[in-house]
C-alpha cells in the first residue's frame, strides 16, 4: 500500500464517502452530505440490521419501550434533537409550549413520588427533600473548579462524599436517622451514576464536570418511540444508501488503493469489512460508539492511530447504564405516583463494602420510573449503573424477574406482592457495537480528550486532507452522551467535509 501524498480530488461524480455507523450521528452526517449536489458517492456502513444505534425503540407491553434513549434533555430552541422532532411532528403539544421550554431543571433528575427503605417503610418526604436539596447543591458547587488548576480532589464522587462527612459531623439526630439520611444519599449517587453512565462517581473527573451544558426545558419523551426521529431522517436518504450487516473490521488510511472497476482512480482509505468487503473511499466518517473503539482500538486502523488520539479514547469514561422493565397485572402504587426510590438501609457513600456481585447487585438500582403511557398495561422501568449493570446482563430474565419481585416484597413490606408478569430489559455492555452506554469523562481525562477524539485524520496537510472524520456523542465537548450532542457532531463533520470540498458552499446553519 503506497502513500498517495497530495489531495485525492474524486472523480467527476465527486468524492466517495462512507459513514461507519447508523446512529443519530452517522444518520445526521448523511442527511445533511446528500443535501449538497458534491456528495453523490455516499454510503453508510451499519453493522446490524437495524438504523438508530442507541436510539432504540420496541413495541412491547401494547405499547412503544425505549431500550436506549429516553428525553429529549433540554427540549428547547437551542436543540437541535427538540428542533428536528418538533419539525417532523413527533412531539406531544405541551412538550412544545413556551412553558415547557423555559423550565430549568438544572440537569437534575425530579424528587421521588415516594421512597420505599429496604427495612419495607417509606421514607418520609421532608427527609428525602432534604438530602436531595444537599445533594444537588453539591453537584450545583462542582461547577466552580471548572478551569481551576487546584481542584481538592480528582473526582465528583471523593468532593461530594468529602462534604457530606464534614455536613453529617454536624447532623444531631440519634445514630439510626444518621444512617437512614446516609442511606438515601447513597440513593442518590446511584441516581448520578446512571446521569453520567458510570460505575462509581469517583471515577468521574471534578474540574471538567462543569462543562456538560445543561439546555433549559423539562425533559420530554416521544409518545410513538425515539426511533421515529432516526425513521424520518432514515427516510429522507436516497434508497440503498445504508448497507446493513456491514460490521466494519479495518480501516486502512494514508494509502493509494484502486477498485478494478475505476481504473486509474485512486482513493486514500479502504474501509475492509468483517465479510470481506471492500470499500475504497476518499472520506470517512467514524461514528461508533467510544466502548466499541477502546474494544478495537489495536485493530480498527491501520496504521494505527497517532498515539494522542490513542491516548485519548484509552482515557476516556464509558459505563453502563440499563433500563429493565416489569409489566403488573395491577399497579401496586398510587395513581399519581411517577418514580418510586429504593433506599437500602445498610449503605452509605461513605463506606465501600465488597460484597459479590450476585449477592448485591440489585442495590445499585434506582428504583422506578412508572411509565405513563401505558392504558390497561402497568409498568414499571427500572435503571441500574456500573458494574452491577452489567452483571444483571449475565443473568437470564427468570433470575432477574426473581431477584427484583424479592427486592420489591421486601421494601413495600407486602409478602404477598404478585410477582411481575414479565420483564424486559436492555444489555448495552453486551452489545458488540457498542460495549457500554454512553460517555463520560473520566479521571486522568479532560475536555480536550474529547476535541483530540474529533480531530480529523491525517493531522498533517501534506497527505490527502480529511481522509477519517469522527463524530458520535463521545466527541461533543459540552453534550457527550446525548442524542443532541450526537446528532451536532455528525453534522459538524459533514460541514467540515462540505467546506473542503465547496469552500464557497452557504453551509446550512446550525440547525436545519
Ligand atoms: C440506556 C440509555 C439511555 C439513554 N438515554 C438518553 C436520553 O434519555 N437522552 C439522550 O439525549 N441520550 C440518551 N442516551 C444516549 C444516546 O442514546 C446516545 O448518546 C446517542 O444515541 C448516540 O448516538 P451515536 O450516533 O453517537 O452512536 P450510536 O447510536 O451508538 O450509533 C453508532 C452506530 O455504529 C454502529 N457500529 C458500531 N461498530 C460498527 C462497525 N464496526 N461497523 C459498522 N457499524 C458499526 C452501531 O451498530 C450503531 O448503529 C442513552 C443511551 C442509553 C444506552
Not at 473526582?155 to 454536624?170: C, D, F, P, T, W
Not at 390497561?376 to 437470564?396: D, N, P, W, Y
Not at 450526537?486 to 469552500?503: N, T
Amino acid at each position: 500500500m503506497e502513500s498517495s501524498g497530495g489531495r485525492a480530488e474524486g472523480s467527476a461524480r465527486g468524492p466517495r464517502v462512507l459513514v461507519v455507523g447508523s446512529g443519530i450521528a452517522g444518520l445526521g452526517a448523511a442527511q445533511r452530505l446528500c443535501r449538497h449536489p458534491a456528495f453523490r458517492q455516499l454510503r453508510v456502513l451499519e453493522a446490524t440490521a437495524r438504523a438508530g444505534g442507541r436510539i432504540r425503540s420496541e413495541r412491547g407491553f401494547g405499547g412503544v419501550v425505549e431500550l436506549g434513549a429516553h428525553w429529549i434533555h433540554g427540549p428547547s430552541q437551542g436543540n437541535p434533537v427538540f428542533q428536528l422532532a418538533a419539525k417532523y411532528q413527533l412531539l406531544r403539544e405541551k412538550d412544545l409550549s413556551e412553558e415547557n421550554q423555559l423550565i430549568e431543571t438544572g440537569g437534575h433528575v425530579g424528587l421521588p413520588s415516594v421512597s420505599y427503605a429496604s427495612s419495607g417503610v417509606s421514607v418520609s418526604r421532608e427527609l428525602v427533600v432534604e438530602m436531595a436539596s444537599l445533594f444537588y447543591g453539591l453537584i450545583d458547587q462542582t461547577r466552580e473548579f471548572l478551569h481551576t488548576a487546584d481542584a481538592p480532589v480528582p473526582s465528583v464522587g471523593e468532593y461530594l462524599k468529602k462534604e457530606i462527612r464534614q455536613r453529617a459531623a454536624g447532623w444531631t439526630e440519634d445514630e439510626e436517622s444518621r444512617k437512614l439520611k446516609l442511606a438515601v444519599l447513597n440513593s442518590f449517587f446511584n441516581v448520578e451514576c446512571c446521569v453520567s453512565g458510570t460505575h462509581s462517581m469517583d471515577l468521574v473527573a471534578l474540574v471538567p464536570f462543569g462543562e456538560y451544558t445543561v439546555l433549559p426545558g423539562l425533559d420530554c419523551t416521544f409518545p410513538g418511540g425515539y426511533q421515529g426521529l432516526t425513521n424520518h431522517i432514515m427516510a429522507s436518504l436516497p434508497e440503498d444508501v445504508i448497507v446493513f450487516n456491514k460490521p466494519v473490521k479495518t480501516i486502512h488510511w494514508n494509502g493509494s488503493f484502486q477498485e478494478a472497476l475505476s481504473l486509474g482512480e485512486t482513493f486514500p482509505v479502504l474501509v475492509e469489512c468483517e465479510d470481506g468487503a471492500c470499500f475504497p473511499a476518499h472520506h470517512v466518517i467514524v461514528t461508533v460508539p467510544l466502548g466499541f473503539l477502546k474494544e478495537h482500538l489495536d485493530t480498527f486502523f491501520e496504521p494505527p492511530l497517532p498515539t494522542e488520539k490513542a491516548e485519548a479514547i484509552r482515557k476516556m469514561g464509558f459505563g453502563t447504564n440499563n433500563k429493565i422493565f416489569l409489566e403488573f397485572e395491577e399497579p401496586f402504587w398510587e395513581p399519581d405516583c411517577q418514580y418510586i426510590q429504593v433506599v437500602w438501609e445498610d449503605t452509605s457513600p461513605l463506606e465501600d463494602v465488597a460484597s459479590e456481585l450476585r449477592h448485591v447487585w440489585f442495590k445499585k438500582l434506582i428504583g422506578f420510573l412508572v411509565l405513563p403511557s401505558f392504558e390497561s398495561v402497568h409498568v414499571l422501568c427500572g435503571f441500574i449503573a456500573g458494574l452491577e449493570s452489567e452483571f444483571m446482563e449475565t443473568l437470564s430474565d427468570e433470575d432477574v424477574l426473581l431477584s427484583l419481585t424479592q427486592v420489591l416484597r421486601r421494601v413495600t413490606g407486602n409478602a404477598q406482592l404478585p410477582a411481575p408478569r414479565s420483564v424486559l430489559r436492555s444489555r448495552w455492555h453486551s452489545a458488540p457495537y457498542t460495549r457500554g452506554s454512553y460517555s463520560y469523562v473520566a479521571v486522568g481525562s479532560t475536555g480536550d480528550d474529547i476535541d483530540q477524539l474529533a480531530q480529523p485524520l491525517p493531522t498533517d496537510g501534506a497527505e490527502a486532507q480529511l481522509q477519517i472524520l469522527f463524530a458520535g456523542e463521545a466527541t461533543h465537548r459540552t453534550f457527550y452522551s446525548t442524542t443532541h450532542g450526537a446528532l451536532l457532531s455528525g453534522w459538524r463533520e459533514a460541514d467540515r467535509l462540505i467546506a473542503l470540498r465547496d469552500p464557497q458552499a452557504q453551509l446550512l446553519g446550525p440547525w436545519l
